[in-house]
């Protein structure tokens, strides 16, 4: 098949997504596919007209995730054509051009249901979900109000915060909590904040963010994930940072995090973490695959966090681990992404 894996792009988790496509593309030229490796953003800005993408080696530096996110400004600075469009040039006619888009985007302009939107207009499948469960998943407000009723979540609020809000802010809430982005992903933004003086400062961090803010519950326990592929839950996976939290930093940096796949827990608790994501993909109306996060307290009550619908593919990604857990490997993984994904496709998910 000839796949375009569109990477990169404009979001604060554009070096992740590097690293996966970079990953997914080398993966699926080893199973005998055309695979090209394109950056959302740049797209033919920098290549040699007429260049061949499909024989094109694959860099690298992109397989390696820098310990912080990118600076964005920056980025548009070194764009030497393409306009204000979040689009690189040439980039919608190679997707055209393609039997399938592997879709190795993360956060905004990838995992938000925009993208998707695009692909559809255009008549070009494309991996993951469509573009309203995209949407609805990359909200967290609105992902916990819909399954609220099916899975346990932390107790949240959603603001909107603003420099003249963050004293009102602070006095009124209860602590310890979590701070985070309502539409972001790979930990970005998010704080763990145990008192006044911490939460005043991610407030104000959260507002070079966009404002649009969830504090939510803290809840201490252990922390797991839970893929599902083709509606079926992968063997969960067991998060443990050796300092601090699943930051940016803990996620991406080899040696950092101790993950144990499949997790050790009680067998009752895997099938509870196993239905619980399965019911949060199908509430959303998700497709193919997806991630879900959940913390389980030491009496093994879970707590749904929230979902992912485009997950890692990095070397230190956990669908990968989970997959490998079920019998499959890396590149068998990609071509049933794909496969999954024209069989949703031609049913309009």
């Not at 596919?33 to 260049?51: I, K, N, R, S």
């Not at 061949?52 to 070194?78: H, T």
């Amino acid at each position: 098949m000839k796949i375009l894996v569109l990477a990169g792009g404009l979001s604060p988790e554009r070096n992740v997504s590097l690293s996966s496509g970079a990953l997914v593309c080398q993966a699926l030229r080893d199973k005998g596919h055309q695979a090209a490796l394109v950056d959302l953003f740049f797209g033919l800005d920098g290549h040699e007209e007429g260049a061949d993408l499909y024989a094109a080696p694959i860099p690298e530096e992109f397989k390696r995730v820098d310990r912080q996110a990118p600076d964005l400004g920056a980025l548009w600075a070194r764009r030497r054509s393409g306009g204000r469009s979040a689009i690189g040039p040439g980039v919608l006619e190679l997707c055209q051009g393609a039997d399938i888009v592997y879709l190795a985007l993360h956060g905004t302009c990838g995992e938000d249901g925009r993208i998707q939107a695009t692909l559809d207009l255009l008549g070009v499948p494309y991996t993951g979900s469509g573009c309203l469960a995209s949407a609805i998943a990359m909200d967290k407000d609105l992902t916990k109000r819909l399954v609220a009723g099916q899975v346990k979540t932390p107790r949240w609020e959603t603001v909107t915060v603003t420099e003249e809000r963050i004293p009102e802010l602070v006095a009124r809430a209860a602590l310890p909590a979590v701070v985070k982005p309502i539409a972001s992903g790979s930990s970005v933004g998010v704080y763990i904040v145990n008192t006044r003086a911490e939460l005043e400062n991610a407030l104000a961090e959260s507002v070079k963010l966009g404002g649009r803010t969830v504090i939510e519950e803290y809840i201490s326990g252990r922390e797991l994930s839970v893929a599902v592929l083709e509606g079926r839950a992968l063997p969960s996976i067991e998060i443990i940072p050796k300092v601090g939290f699943y930051d940016y930093a803990n996620k991406y940096q080899p040696g950092a995090t101790q993950e144990v796949c499949p997790a050790q827990i009680p067998a009752q608790w895997e099938e509870r973490a196993g239905q619980a994501a399965v019911a949060v993909f199908q509430a959303l109306g998700l497709s193919v695959y997806a991630r879900a996060d959940f913390m389980v307290t030491g009496d093994g009550t879970l707590y749904f966090l929230e979902i992912n619908t485009l997950p890692g593919m990095t070397p230190t990604s956990l669908v990968p681990q989970e997959a490998a857990a079920a019998g499959i490997d890396y590149p068998t993984l990609c071509e049933t992404i794909i496969r999954a994904s024209l069989e949703a496709r031609k049913g309009g998910l």
